[in-house]
Nanobody, 125 residues
Framework: QEQLIESGGGLVQAGGSLTLSCAASKRTFRGFIMGWFRQTPGKEREFVAAYRWSDDYAAYADSVRGRFTISGDNAEDTVSLQMHGLNAEDRAVYYC??????????????????WGQGTQVTVSE
């Protein structure tokens, strides 16, 4: 089954950094737009960032712009999310996703076709 696999989550102190990685399994998602979302209990899944392979275009939620960087590695066929200046509000399960939507940058979960299982990011004060 085609899937996305996240890694890199964990526990970090406030102000610290983490890098999440998303790898494709059994197919490539190069023709898709890749996104990162996050979710905390009782809340809707929230858009974090999106990346377009064709021109390295990246888009970010206002809450993470300037602190997070999304990028793609063509050789490894992975998409990474570098996170700096983490705070308690960044604590969530982070999900990697792939969307066939290419006419715009998809920011809604319903616009994404493939999802990973998620990786937990915990920020301690």
């Amino acid at each position: 089954q085609e899937q996305l696999i996240e890694s890199g989550g964990g526990l970090v102190q406030a102000g610290g950094s983490l890098t999440l990685s998303c790898a494709a399994s059994k197919r490539t998602f190069r023709g898709f737009i890749m996104g990162w979302f996050r979710q905390t209990p009782g809340k809707e899944r929230e858009f974090v960032a999106a990346y377009r392979w064709s021109d390295d275009y990246a888009a970010y939620a206002d809450s993470v712009r300037g602190r997070f960087t999304i990028s793609g590695d063509n050789a490894e066929d992975t998409v990474s999310l570098q996170m700096h200046g983490l705070n308690a509000e960044d604590r969530a399960v982070y999900y990697c996703a792939a969307s066939r939507v290419t006419y715009t940058v998809p920011t809604k979960p319903s616009q994404y076709d493939y999802w990973g299982q998620g990786t937990q990011v915990t920020v301690s004060e």
